[in-house]
């Protein structure tokens, strides 16, 4: 990740920065190891209780310091649980009267549906999200990632 920064702070305009959630899954043993640059953090809902563990271990945005240091996050995936990584376009969708989305109902989207697999997750999530922002524009991008570690 400091690679990333570096390459990123020498290679782009002044000002211009990303944000960044950076992961790797040893699908066979569950073993997470990811670092979250400034990014909104991902979350893992445990398929057995719904426990909602936020991954925020990283540091700043990507690109606007030089020497800027990162620490690695780490965690094992529990067998039926769900990572989800998502953009802020997520949570920052409005409905009218301009009230948020806000991580509470996603991670409630994501409890209900996690036992319906990464792709039934992400069915809901989205299908929460529009139903809660219908006729209105949105002014973000709305990106969601979902994985689910099988039993």
């Known amino acids: 990740m400091g690679e990333v920064n570096e390459h990123l702070v020498t290679s782009s305009p002044e000002g211009m920065f990303v944000t960044l959630f950076l992961a790797v899954l040893d699908t066979a043993t569950g073993d997470l190891r990811y670092v979250n640059a400034g990014h909104p953090p991902g979350l893992v809902v445990c ?26 996050g780490r965690l094992v995936l529990p ?13 920052e969708a409005v409905r009218a009267g301009g009230e948020m989305y806000e991580e509470e109902r996603l991670i409630a989207a994501l409890r209900e549906r996690v036992g319906s697999g990464a792709r039934g997750a992400l069915d809901g999530v989205l ?17 969601l990632v979902a994985v689910q570690r099988m039993e």
Not at 80 to 86: E, F, K, N, P, Q
Request: net charge negative; proline share 2%.
């Open 47 to 72: 398929g057995d209780t719904g426990e909602v563990t936020r991954l925020e271990q990283g540091g700043l945005i990507a690109g606007a310091v030089a020497g800027a240091r990162y620490e690695e």
């Open 79 to 91: 067998p039926g649980s769900i990572l989800a990584i998502y953009s802020d376009g997520v949570t």
């Open 127 to 143: 299908a929460s999200v529009d139903a809660f922002s219908v006729g209105v524009e949105q002014a973000d991008d709305i990106t």
